[in-house]
């Protein structure tokens, strides 16, 4: 601890080096977990959505109801009469109920959702669907959804990676440089040391575990803004995508946490173990 | 104890330090190597504590062939021979006893038992009143019996000094030769480099003379130049 205070600058520096990689890591993981939670709560749900004409037909509506059962790769047909519709944005988007009540008119169409056995499949069924222009007024395809989602999802990933690796060779040069500093500034009583008979970990011990601290302490303030951010942002982006029911596990932030305080450690170590190796030939 | 054959060192620029020397220092010994600057007297310590490689040619010290030693055997190598400056190599930020102790603490041997060490080591070399002093408030002479302390508390077989008058004044570097004289005496093997040729000549102890890396005389009871 005397000889991180000795050279406390660039000590905090390296601190802060690392709790902006690591906020970044931590992002970057709570993203790419709340995409794959998104595109697995749209594979759970249907995965064609055809909107009604206000004047269509109800004999021809059922009678559509009737045929898209009866195919073989349907799984589920259900209606969703405009009632329907209104009263389910009633309940997931409760905030914008009143908005209701002061439009006199129901702005929502009546629709037809479809479940596939097989999903690739939807595609097709959409394009017989929208073949039936006197009746259905637009069809939702899930799956382009889902499709833009992972293609989001991989590129977030890709860009991300690439930007957490960035950040941690940045990180890795500020621990390995603090630690240098702080060889440097002990010099004459590593020199001693070794003269005497101090082992290879004996000189070295103290730097690393200067590093893990930097490290440790970085891997602390990040977690605890990860922590933080996600609970605030995970609520307002839920709100926004009510209608959509993500399933996020509680045990996820604490472990995102968890393993982000490893990563520091580890990153901290590392840095410093090669740097005394380096300027001490320990 | 301080065996070397036929030891060859060359330096990187081609300049040869050590040139065939050969000679055999048994345990208890008090040895003076002497010599004028460069003739090789840094190098041959620096190669018996293995701070530098042969270029070729055998070093034994305690019966243990050192050019064949493993890194990680070298700090085993090092807690048999305390090494003592002519700068002291004190640690500035350490009181006298701390210094001491901190010889303990580099070799692992620091327990409930260390300051009835140091306050023994500091008592050999007549400093035990200075034990709370620091390096500072020392004279130069103060220093070298604290740099002796801290050498002798680890109990080495072996004891080299490189110059340890070298900044000290006459009757003080009398005084420090005295103390390693007693040392050698209770069984310590005891190598002393210097240029001081008065208490070389005085003392009339065993001589090895090195000019331009050659062992030129090894004579018992020598002196500076015979």
């Known amino acids: ?282 | 104890m301080i065996v070397f054959h036929e030891v060859v060192k060359v330096y990187e620029t081609g300049a040869c330090a050590l040139d065939n020397v050969s000679f055999n220092i048994a345990e208890r010994d008090f040895v003076f190597l002497v010599g004028a600057s460069g003739a090789g007297k840094t190098t041959l310590i620096r190669l018996v504590n293995k701070d530098q490689e042969p270029t070729s040619g055998s070093i034994f010290v305690d019966g243990m062939n050192i050019t064949r030693l493993r890194r990680q055997d070298v700090p085993g190598l090092r807690r048999k021979i305390g090494v003592i400056f002519q700068d002291f190599k004190l640690l500035s930020n350490l009181t006298v006893a701390e210094n001491v102790a901190f010889a303990l603490k580099v070799v692992g041997e620091h327990d409930r038992r260390s300051p009835a060490r140091v306050d023994e080591a500091l008592d050999t070399v007549g400093l035990a009143g200075r034990a709370g002093y620091y390096p500072g408030q020392l004279s130069g002479g103060e220093a070298q019996r604290v740099a002796i302390a801290r050498c002798l508390v680890t109990k080495p077989p072996v004891v080299i000094a490189d110059e340890p008058t070298g900044n000290l004044d006459r009757d003080t570097a009398w005084e420090t030769v005295q103390l390693l004289v007693r040392i050698n005496a209770i069984g310590t093997t005891v190598v002393v480099a210097t240029h001081n040729r008065e208490l070389v000549d005085t003392m009339r102890r065993r001589v090895i003379a090195l000019d331009s890396g050659r062992v030129v005389r090894d004579e018992v009871g020598g002196g500076y130049h015979d």
Do not use: C, H
């Not at chain 1, 690591?22 to 959505?49: K, Y």
């Not at chain 1, 389910?88 to 479809?114: H, K, M, W, Y």
């Not at chain 1, 490290?215 to 922590?227: M, R, S």
């Not at chain 1, 580890?266 to 410093?272: E, K, Q």
């Open chain 1, 1 to 282: 601890m005397s000889s991180f205070w000795r050279n406390r600058f660039t000590g905090f520096a390296a601190i802060i080096t690392t709790a902006i990689m690591l906020v970044a890591f931590g992002a970057l993981l709570a993203v790419n977990d709340t995409l794959d939670n998104m595109i697995a709560a749209l594979g759970r749900r249907t995965n064609l959505v055809a909107y009604l004409l206000d004047d269509a037909k109800p004999s021809e509506v059922s009678a559509l109801i009737k045929d898209l059962s009866a195919k073989p790769d349907v799984a589920e047909v259900i209606f969703v009469s405009r009632e329907d519709a209104a009263e389910a944005f009633r309940q997931t988007l409760s905030e914008l109920a009143q908005v209701l009540d002061v439009i006199e008119t129901n702005p929502f169409p009546a629709s037809i959702e479809v479940r596939m056995l097989d999903p690739s499949g939807a595609l097709r069924l959409a394009d017989d669907l929208r073949g039936k222009s006197s009746m259905v007024e637009q069809v939702l395809v899930r799956a382009d959804v889902v499709d833009r989602l992972q293609r989001i999802s991989r590129l977030t990933r890709i860009g991300g990676a690439v930007l957490v690796v960035g950040l941690g060779a940045v990180t890795l040069f500020v621990i390995f440089n603090t630690i240098r500093l702080a060889v440097y500034s002990r010099r004459e009583e590593i020199e001693i040391m070794k003269l005497i008979g101090a082992t290879d970990w004996f000189v070295r011990g103290p730097f690393v575990l200067e590093g893990a601290f930097i490290g440790l302490v970085g891997a602390g303030l990040a977690a605890l803004t990860v922590l933080i951010g996600y609970q605030r942002l995970s609520a307002t982006f839920n709100s926004l995508v009510a209608f959509l029911p993500i399933e996020t596990e509680t045990t996820f932030v604490t472990n995102l946490s968890l393993f982000t305080v490893l990563v520091g450690l580890v990153i901290g170590s590392v840095g410093s173990y090669f740097s005394v190796r380096r300027y001490l030939g320990a």
